[in-house]
């Protein structure tokens, strides 16, 4: 085989192993359903709920008590994270924040995290969403 079929064969191989990659799961990452999420906002001393999304989504339409910390600063190690408390983290479609919760596992071994399946969207009742008035 020439140079060229083996150039394109490792490309090949590392677009797979990079698919592989973002589509693996998280170890050890707790992926919430709306009725369990809905379960642990029960109890919000025990929670530090991280909303992943830009600023201007969050200004948008958030959850009532979370803290916006943007996948952006998450990767760039701009941010700080409680130790003390369960993680969940959330976004739109759930998408971002399991890219969030790799980011954190791969510095934080033993960190508590959970996310939101589907994120924003999976939530059939919106009343726990704090929208801003215009």
């Known amino acids: 085989m020439d140079t060229i079929t083996w150039l394109q064969i490792g490309v ?12 693996r799961p998280v170890r050890n990452l707790k992926q919430l359903s709306e009725i369990e999420f ?6 919000p001393q025990n929670i530090a709920l991280i909303d992943v999304r830009n600023p201007y989504e969050y200004e948008t339409n958030h959850i009532k008590g979370s803290i916006n910390l943007p996948l952006s600063k998450i990767k760039r190690n701009k941010v ?6 369960d993680i969940i983290l959330y976004c739109q479609t759930g998408i971002r924040s399991k890219q969030a919760a790799k980011v954190l596992r791969r510095r934080h071994k033993n960190l508590p995290l959970s996310h939101l399946k589907g994120g924003l969207y999976s939530l059939k009742s919106q009343t726990t969403l704090a929208q801003k008035k215009k």
Not at 12 to 23: C, K, S, T
């Open 12 to 23: 090949g191989v590392l677009f797979v192993v990079f698919i592989y990659d973002a589509m």
């Open 80 to 85: 700080e994270f409680p130790t003390d408390k």
């Open 38 to 43: 809905k379960e642990k906002m029960k109890m």
